[in-house]
Every structure is written in C-alpha cells, then in structure tokens.
C-alpha cells in the first residue's frame, strides 16, 4: 500500500531564511506525488505535483520540491521564508493504478518568526 | 470557473437533526471526494463518485449517506450524527479518478454536533 512519511510535525524557521519540509513516501509502483498547503479554517490548495515528468518541480508562492527516487522523498523547499508562509503543509501520493486515492501524510505546520 | 463551492461554511446541528451538504463544481470535473478533517489531523477519503457512480465507500458509517444528482452536484446527507462526527468536511473533485493534475478542494463545511 501506498504511503507517506512527513517528517517533523512543526517546523520553525525565520523570515527570510530556508524553509526545507521533509516528505517520504512508499509505493509499489510510480507514484503521483503532491504538496498542498492549507491556512486556518480554509481548505487545501494545490503548491506543486510530480508526475513522472521533470524531477524538480516548481510551483505555487516560489516553493519547489526534488523527486529523489533513490531516496524516496520528495521534500518542500523555498529559498526565502515569508510571514504569509506560515500554514499547514500535507504531502500527498497517488498511484498511476487502480489503487487511485489520494493518501496524506501527518502535515507539518510551518511557523515563521518575524 | 476554477473553485468547488460548499454551502454551508458552518453547520451545528442535534443528534437526532438531519442537515445536508453540498458541494458544486463547474469545472466539467469527472470525480468528486468527500474528505473528512478533524482538528490537527490530515484529511481522510469518505467517499469517490467517479462518473456520478460511487466508486469508494471507506467503510463510513450508514449515518453518512452521499448523493451524486449530476455531474456538478455532490451531496452528504446527515442524520443521527454523533459529537465525534464534528469536523471540517471537505469536497474535492478533479479531472478523472486518474488525473495527475491533482485535487481541487473547497473551503469546507465546518460542522458542530451538539
């Protein structure tokens, strides 16, 4: 079955500095990998997809995440932290099979110091 | 229109109440999800219409009854809910049940059982 590991259920970074957010994940087969982000009391958005294309994504807000399938991560980066950032991450996976639901990771919640 | 739309943004309903949600695209999305929240928690996958037919039933409990009336309505019928049913409910819908473009979510329906 498929999965996904998020390492470290906050993280605190300051503004200005390098947000990493860690995700592992576990399939059988290749999967479709996915970040979203969700603010409070608000529903989930879309950051970036990996989809067997190109392994360094680029997405939403200036964040990008590296397919490493050596490693079987797929870890959220953005180069300079800003206040608007801080929010609940979910890592996500599908599979290119039957087995389609999409699967969450625990979540990390990103604080971001002034 | 790029946005799935849920009514209402809050609910608090009795025990023995019977409510319902509803969740509307016009994106000419294929499948539609209905997730579950609960307060610092990932979302979890209720149910799957694929085609307006039920596809997934994650052994959710009968008190939970969906509706798929067409293929831009989703529907989750409420009764005899219990304390613990209280939680963001989230609609999501996407290209097909395959679609590597991912989720798009609504807002959610934040529902309080009192």
């Known amino acids: 079955a498929q999965s996904v590991t998020q390492l470290g259920s906050h993280v605190s970074v300051s503004e200005g500095a390098l947000v990493l957010l860690r995700c592992n994940y576990s399939?059988?087969?290749?999967?479709?990998l996915f970040w979203y982000v969700q603010y409070p009391n608000q529903g989930l958005q879309l950051l970036l997809k990996y989809t067997s294309a190109a392994t360094l994504v680029k997405g939403i807000n200036g964040f990008e995440a590296e397919f490493k399938k050596s490693e079987t991560s797929f870890h959220l980066t953005k180069p300079s932290a800003h206040m608007s950032d801080a929010a609940e991450y979910f890592c996500a996976v599908s599979r290119m099979d039957s087995s389609y639901k999409l699967i969450f990771g625990s979540g990390t919640r990103l604080l971001v110091r002034p | 229109d790029t946005e799935v739309t849920q009514t209402p943004k809050h609910l608090v309903m009795g025990m023995t109440n019977k409510k319902s949600l509803k969740c509307e695209q016009h994106?000419?999305?294929?499948?539609m999800y209905w997730y579950k929240q609960k307060a610092k928690k990932p979302p979890e996958l209720m149910f799957v219409?694929?085609?307006?037919?039920?596809?997934i039933n994650e052994s959710v409990p009968s008190r939970f009854s969906p509706e798929c009336p067409n293929s831009s309505l989703l529907n989750l019928h409420l009764h005899a809910l219990q304390p613990e049913d209280s939680a963001l409910y989230l609609c999501a819908s996407s290209q097909d049940v395959h679609s590597e473009a991912g989720y798009t979510f609504g807002s959610g329906t934040r529902l309080t059982v009192v």
């Open positions: 399939s059988s087969v290749p999967p479709y």
């Open positions: 994106m000419g999305h294929r499948a």
């Open positions: 219409y694929s085609y307006e037919k039920l596809s």
